[in-house]
């Protein structure tokens, strides 16, 4: 409506949505890189993969193109389909998987664990374990919750806050609120998984290229290229089974 009045963290958020052809771009740049990932450290005994928090499959059917995997995928808010490639995709939740032991030898963990309730962490980890073959990986992408813009949200600082007063903040986002989101580091990730009985391969920072991001602020984070070097968008990672 002409002339509405804005809350500052509401007009600082819509600035930072992306349009269709950034968010085009994350999702070529987030699936060449894992694929990548994949590709380099994966083992091939059968043949398979598994998506897990897959959504309705857009990942999933960019990495069935770019690996020799068969890929099936796993989300709660899903009924049993298929993708749009054809790869089958089950409801299902990380600490409850619908497949027999041993039978995928890679994982993917793109930007879920964050969802995953802190109580069920350690269970969806022994999960994830216990689907894949020995020696079998995961791989996947967190993001960083202390980044200055937190990517859920789009609100300055969100995830340096406590429980309660992300709740509360949480109305000045434009994003859909409600999204079950929680602010964990990688450091957690490697001290649950560790437990869970993988060895960490590979933990590396991941910033998206500058033309991924919304036209208003790029100019911003040309200008915090380097400190972006040490305190990322997100960070990506091999696990391995032992």
Same mark, same amino acid.
């Given at each position: *409506?002409?002339?509405?009045?804005?809350t500052?963290?509401?007009?600082?958020?819509?600035?930072?949505?992306?349009s269709?052809?950034? %968010?085009?771009l994350?999702?070529?740049?987030? &699936?060449?890189?894992?694929?990548?990932l994949l590709?380099?450290?994966?083992?091939t005994?059968?043949?398979? $993969?598994?998506?897990?928090?897959?959504?309705?499959?857009?990942?999933?059917? &960019?990495? &069935?193109?770019?690996?020799?995997? #068969?890929?099936?995928?796993?989300?709660?808010?899903?009924?049993?389909?298929?993708s749009?490639?054809?790869?089958?995709?089950?409801?299902?939740?990380?600490?409850q998987?619908?497949?027999?032991?041993?039978?995928?030898?890679?994982?993917?963990?793109?930007?879920?664990y964050?969802?995953?309730?802190?109580?069920?962490?350690?269970?969806?980890?022994?999960?994830?374990?216990?689907?894949?073959?020995?020696?079998?990986?995961?791989?996947?992408?967190?993001?960083?919750?202390?980044?200055?813009?937190e990517?859920?949200?789009?609100?300055?600082? *969100?995830?340096?806050?406590?429980?309660?007063?992300?709740?509360?903040?949480?109305?000045l986002?434009?994003?859909?609120?409600?999204?079950?989101?929680?602010s964990?580091t990688?450091?957690?990730? =490697?001290?649950?998984?560790n437990?869970? $009985?993988?060895? +960490? *391969?590979?933990?590396?920072?991941f910033?998206?290229?500058?033309?991924?991001?919304?036209?208003? +602020?790029?100019?911003?984070?040309?200008?915090?290229? =380097?400190? *972006?070097?040490? +305190?990322? %968008?997100? %960070?990506?990672?091999?696990?391995r #089974?032992?």
């Amino acid at each position: *409506m002409p002339g509405a009045r804005q809350t500052p963290g509401v007009a600082i958020g819509r600035n930072l949505l992306p349009s269709a052809e950034e %968010w085009a771009l994350r999702n070529e740049t987030l &699936a060449s890189t894992l694929a990548q990932l994949l590709n380099d450290n994966s083992p091939t005994i059968t043949g398979r $993969g598994l998506e897990v928090g897959c959504q309705w499959g857009l990942l999933l059917d &960019a990495l &069935a193109s770019r690996t020799s995997k #068969r890929w099936c995928g796993v989300d709660p808010v899903i009924d049993r389909h298929l993708s749009r490639a054809g790869s089958e995709l089950f409801n299902g939740s990380a600490d409850q998987l619908p497949f027999p032991d041993e039978v995928f030898d890679c994982v993917v963990l793109a930007n879920v664990y964050e969802h995953i309730p802190p109580p069920l962490r350690e269970a969806s980890l022994a999960e994830m374990h216990r689907v894949l073959v020995p020696g079998g990986i995961m791989v996947g992408q967190l993001p960083n919750p202390h980044f200055p813009i937190e990517s859920h949200s789009k609100l300055p600082f *969100m995830g340096w806050l406590p429980p309660r007063a992300q709740n509360w903040y949480w109305r000045l986002s434009p994003s859909r609120r409600g999204s079950g989101f929680y602010s964990v580091t990688v450091g957690d990730l =490697k001290r649950r998984a560790n437990g869970a $009985g993988f060895d +960490v *391969m590979l933990i590396r920072k991941f910033n998206y290229p500058v033309e991924a991001a919304p036209q208003a +602020v790029r100019w911003l984070v040309r200008l915090m290229n =380097k400190p *972006m070097a040490v +305190v990322p %968008w997100s %960070w990506q990672f091999v696990l391995r #089974r032992r």
